[in-house]
């Protein structure tokens, strides 16, 4: 369940059932959006109860729920999260795992001034590029004279909502940093108005920096990185289990990007491409004094014996630490202790008998059974590592109808296929809302924006498969209609 807000102000919530259908196969689908007079915690319970009734889900079957990390849909005590707890108490809250991902590269992004002062300037680039007309025709003649073999790459704005623009926006700097720069000293001496010379010199000076130039250099593979993994993460049948390798592989990564050997490449790079654009490859040392309330002998104080050193403690490695130290935190949730022994049980990895009660408890099998059922699959040869993953395991079970051997196994499997990684098909649903409820159909009603088009524009895959025929005849029963549609 999500939240949004449409042209006309009103906010609107999005409900997203998943589960695993007759053919083992994982699905998520839309089931309603309506609008909600206050996102108050209470409020947005009986919205969602709602919703649940009308399509006849019993709250009882609920394994899971997942919600952005806004405080009236996660809070512990008085969120929507806890109240359902109280309704169904086996429903584990998950965390959005996009929402986490995203919070972890902003917090990692925001640890160091340097690093604000870098994305304040892509930032500002795209404010004074992009909010004149005359000002991006500029940079796009200067990138057609320079990438004439190459596709032009527009630049991006950063946003607090869109998971990946970060990594876009740095990338389109890091692909145009030379028509930039052109760019910029054109206008600066083409234009005639004080106030857009000041802004296009003071970017220039700001861009044209060895510390700028090795900031893109260092964070471009790191965040590239990040909206791979954020991307796999927003997949509808994507499970827990490959959801949390995947977090573990990239903080893997990151792990292995922090070293000296590393940070001594990407300062080479960075010297290399300076050179290029002629530009000083140094940072100016800036002499700092430890205050004399912390410590008043000043033979303690630490001195760096080069900028590149002092950048490598005092900024790369900063920016890593926060980042593993974030993923670390906001992705050991509820619902870990079960993933990872869900994960033993795909591999085959003997569960202790405490992960064997707990996940029997949470999805409500006899342990015992449970256990006998995974000894025998354990050693069954027909279930081979090529089946590993979660759906794979799942659809040879039904075809070869081992679903009927291992039926505790089968439940608890497709109970926690069922459990959502992310909150995206939510997000897709509010991105269709944008298209269709746009500033010129702002009056249409509310019953006929969200009980028919968005559902229809959603489902669309759904809508394929009816009989347009018998959906029609349907509607021509429903009342009497002057046209005669021929039923």
């Not at 309704?87 to 795992?97: K, L, V, W």
């Not at 927003?234 to 070293?259: F, G, H, I």
């Amino acid at each position: 369940m999500d939240e949004a807000t449409d042209v006309t102000h009103h906010e609107q919530a999005a409900i997203i059932v998943r589960y695993v259908d007759k053919d083992m196969t994982i699905q998520e689908r839309l089931i309603w959006v309506t609008a909600v007079e206050n996102t108050t915690a209470e409020n947005l319970l009986q919205t969602l109860l709602g919703a649940l009734k009308m399509v006849e889900i019993d709250t009882s079957k609920i394994v899971s729920k997942c919600y952005d990390g806004a405080a009236n849909m996660s809070g512990g005590i008085s969120g929507v999260q806890s109240r359902l707890k109280e309704i169904q108490p086996r429903a584990i809250y998950m965390h959005c795992f996009g929402h986490c991902l995203n919070l972890v590269i902003a917090d990692a992004m925001a640890e160091v001034q340097s690093t604000r002062n870098f994305f304040g300037s892509v930032q500002s680039i795209y404010n004074f590029i992009e909010s004149s007309p005359h000002r991006h025709a500029i940079l796009e003649s200067v990138m057609k004279r320079l990438l004439t073999d190459k596709r032009i790459k527009t630049l991006k704005s950063l946003s607090e909502t869109r998971w990946t623009c970060r990594a876009e926006a740095v990338n389109s700097i890091a692909e145009n940093l030379q028509s930039i720069l052109q760019a910029l000293e054109e206008i600066t001496e083409r234009t005639t108005r004080p106030r857009v010379m000041a802004e296009a010199q003071a970017l220039l000076k700001n861009i044209s920096t060895f510390e700028f130039v090795l900031h893109m250099v260092a964070l471009q593979p790191m965040l590239n990185k990040c909206k791979i993994v954020s991307n796999f993460l927003q997949s509808e049948d994507l499970d827990l289990v490959m959801a949390l390798e995947t977090v573990a592989s990239l903080k893997e990564n990151l792990l292995q990007m922090r070293s000296d050997e590393e940070a001594s490449a990407i300062f080479s790079r960075a010297k290399t491409l300076c050179d290029g654009l002629c530009i000083d490859a140094d940072i100016p040392r800036r002499p700092r004094k430890v205050s004399r309330r912390i410590d008043d002998c000043s033979e303690n104080e630490h001195e760096f014996t080069s900028s590149q050193e002092e950048w490598k403690v005092r900024s790369y490695f900063q920016v890593i630490d926060k980042a593993v130290a974030d993923i670390d935190c906001r992705f050991d949730q509820e619902a870990t202790d079960i993933i990872r022994t869900c994960g033993k049980i795909l591999r085959k990895e003997k569960p202790s008998d405490d992960e064997f009660n707990k996940i029997a408890a949470q999805f409500d099998v006899p342990p015992a059974e449970l256990k006998t059922e995974f000894e025998l699959y354990a050693t069954d040869e027909g279930i081979s590592q090529a089946n590993i993953s979660l759906p794979g395991l799942l659809k040879h079970l039904q075809t070869s109808g081992r679903d009927n051997v291992y039926k505790c196994l089968s439940k608890v499997l497709i109970g926690f296929a069922s459990m959502p990684v992310t909150s995206s098909s939510a997000e897709r649903a509010f991105s269709k809302m944008g298209i269709i409820k746009s500033k010129l159909r702002s009056t249409m009603t509310q019953t006929r924006f969200i009980s028919h088009i968005i559902l229809l524009s959603v489902e669309l895959e759904l809508v394929s498969t009816m009989d347009t025929d018998e959906v029609l005849k349907l509607f021509c029963e429903k009342t009497h209609r002057r046209l005669d549609f021929g039923f």
